[in-house]
């Protein structure tokens, strides 16, 4: 669990509150695709609960598959790095729920709050680092020293409150409509 919710762990409690208020839980069936290649999508993704099959167009009608990602993990963050779209397909392998927050929300805090901004990009850094590096190794992430990272090995019981927070929203949406 600890590789998948860096941006938890890097992110304060008012961080936090501020995504679940403004974010909207998502159920997304089996085979949906949250993101698709080449097409920019509106959201920045966290996973709640299920798995997501990364794959990306191969030659002719192939797709290959790039990873599995589960829990905790960020879908859509590669956009706030730079502004192309979106260079892999993420659907869900089975049900699966997410926490889609606006692009032009998340815009919004990060040109108002330097604090939020900061926390968020380290985290992004960190998220995409560790997926690049597994990826170029063909192996699956290894599990990163926090306390080496100058963190507080609270990502578990921050996501888990997240979670309880998440029980409790109004307008569960389905993702495939």
């Known amino acids: 669990m600890a590789r ?6 890097l992110l304060d409690d008012s ?18 695709p949250l993101v698709e290649e080449g097409l920019r999508t509106p959201f920045l993704y966290i996973i709640l609960s299920g798995a997501f099959l990364v794959t990306q ?7 290959r598959s790039l990873s599995v990602i589960q829990r905790g993990e960020l879908v859509g963050e590669l956009s706030y790095l730079d502004a192309r779209p979106p260079s ?47 990826l170029t190794r063909g192996e699956p992430e290894d599990e990163p020293d926090l306390e080496q990272l100058g ?8 996501f888990e409150a997240i979670m309880r927070r998440l029980e409790g929203l109004p307008g569960d949406a389905d993702a495939a409509s």
């Open 4 to 9: 998948s919710v860096h941006i938890l762990s």
């Open 15 to 32: 961080d936090i509150e501020w995504l679940v208020q403004v974010g909207l839980r998502l159920s997304v069936p089996p085979v949906a």
């Open 57 to 63: 167009s191969a030659t002719g009608a192939t797709e």
């Open 88 to 134: 892999a397909t993420v659907r869900a392998a089975r049900a699966s729920q997410v926490l889609a927050v606006a692009r032009s929300e998340v815009a919004r805090r990060l040109q108002t709050d330097v604090g939020f901004a900061a926390r968020f990009y380290r985290a992004l850094g960190i998220t995409v680092a560790m997926r690049l590096r597994a």
């Open 151 to 158: 963190l507080v090995t609270v990502d578990e019981r921050r």
